[in-house]
């Protein structure tokens, strides 16, 4: 009851022929259930998930309807062109979903289904869904690297650590608070984070974690050099990466269809593409998401278009 087959109907789009110049994602797109999945070889293997959940982002009094965004992400990613069809393979796994407000189930879901793709050699592109898709997706990581130390990036405007309310329980802000009390050694870099969205103390408890952070004003041509610098020498010391990515670290003419909207956010610029490129040439990259896109809330489909040219960065990196 947590898990939806995909769907080959939410990829549609223009077709210029078959011909493996004109072909487009929603041609090559692979719809297989999690159950039938196998072992994939050397050829880069990308496994699509939706997390079709917005619970946490209702506990955490926002904007709720982000867990409609999968469907709209697919339906962008459709007409994608496939330029190098020899490189990579993409796979449909379906959607893990959250019925009658059970968000620790569909969270556990979404923990198993993430490590059943890593240990088949896939690499997962989550579609989120509330931000709260980062705590079942880091679990899933464990569950599959059980060994090894992991490092989440987390481009986004909040640190999401807050603690939670024992009324209410988990939510779209707790997950790396969560995170952060299960493990022994917590790594964690947030690049984007406003001062005027923290609280004091938000940033005492990063700071009692050891969190590295970077704010958002300081996403400017005079620092590329140093924010470079600091994503290197984290993914230096750490085994394995999650790369997680909260829309609303990007300002609201860009990105209007989020929870929480940053006037001041940063833009999509080349200096966020230098410091994204430079996470995705990493061979320790294992896994990513997209969170909080909440498609009611978009214009002309602004903050989806967004979102999914970042997974198709992700995908011919």
């Given at each position: 009851?947590?898990?939806?087959?995909?769907?080959?109907?939410?990829?549609?789009?223009?077709?210029?022929?078959?011909?493996?110049?004109?072909?487009?994602?929603?041609?090559?797109?692979?719809?297989?259930?999690?159950?039938?999945?196998?072992?994939?070889?050397?050829?880069?293997?990308?496994?699509?998930?939706?997390?079709?959940?917005d619970e946490g982002v209702r506990r955490n009094k926002g904007r709720v309807g982000a867990k409609t965004a999968p469907t709209t992400l697919r339906t962008i990613c459709s007409n994608f062109p496939v330029h190098e069809a020899n490189k990579f393979t993409i796979t449909d796994v379906g959607d893990c979903i959250c019925p009658d407000q059970h968000l620790e189930t569909a969270q556990a879901e979404l923990s198993d289904t993430i490590a059943q793709?890593?240990?088949?050699?896939?690499?997962?592109?989550?579609?989120?869904?509330?931000?709260?898709?980062a705590y079942g997706h880091f679990q899933g990581i464990k569950k599959a690297f059980p060994t090894k130390k992991i490092g989440i990036i987390n481009f986004d405007a909040h640190f999401d650590m807050r603690e939670p309310e024992p009324a209410i329980g988990a939510s779209s802000g707790t997950g790396f608070w969560q995170i952060?009390?299960?493990?022994?050694?917590?790594?964690?870099?947030?690049?984007?984070?406003?001062?005027?969205?923290?609280?004091?103390?938000?940033?005492?408890?990063?700071?009692?974690?050891?969190?590295?952070?970077?704010?958002?004003?300081d996403f400017n041509y005079d620092n590329r050099e140093?924010?470079?610098?600091?994503?290197?020498?984290?993914?230096?010391?750490?085994?394995?990466?999650?790369?997680?990515?909260?829309?609303?670290?990007?300002a609201a003419p860009f990105a209007p269809a989020v929870s929480a909207l940053a006037y001041?956010?940063?833009?999509?610029?080349?200096?966020?593409?230098?410091?994204?490129?430079s996470i995705l040439a990493s061979p320790k990259l294992v896994s990513a998401d997209i969170a909080e896109l909440n498609p009611s809330l978009d214009i002309d489909n602004r903050t989806a278009r967004l979102a999914a040219s970042l997974v198709y960065k992700m995908a011919i990196f």
């Open positions: 009851t947590m898990y939806q087959h995909p769907n080959k109907t939410n990829w549609q789009g223009r077709t210029d022929g078959n011909e493996t110049d004109v072909l487009r994602w929603h041609q090559v797109v692979d719809c297989k259930p999690i159950t039938a999945i196998s072992m994939q070889g050397k050829k880069a293997s990308y496994a699509i998930v939706g997390f079709a959940c793709l890593l240990k088949h050699n896939y690499h997962p592109i989550v579609f989120g869904g509330g931000h709260e898709v952060a009390h299960e493990e022994t050694d917590f790594n964690y870099l947030v690049l984007g984070i406003q001062e005027n969205s923290n609280t004091k103390r938000l940033f005492d408890t990063a700071h009692q974690f050891g969190v590295q952070y970077v704010l958002g004003d140093a924010i470079l610098l600091k994503v290197k020498e984290f993914i230096d010391k750490i085994d394995i990466v999650y790369l997680t990515i909260c829309l609303d670290v990007f001041n956010g940063i833009i999509p610029d080349k200096i966020f593409k230098d410091i994204f490129r």
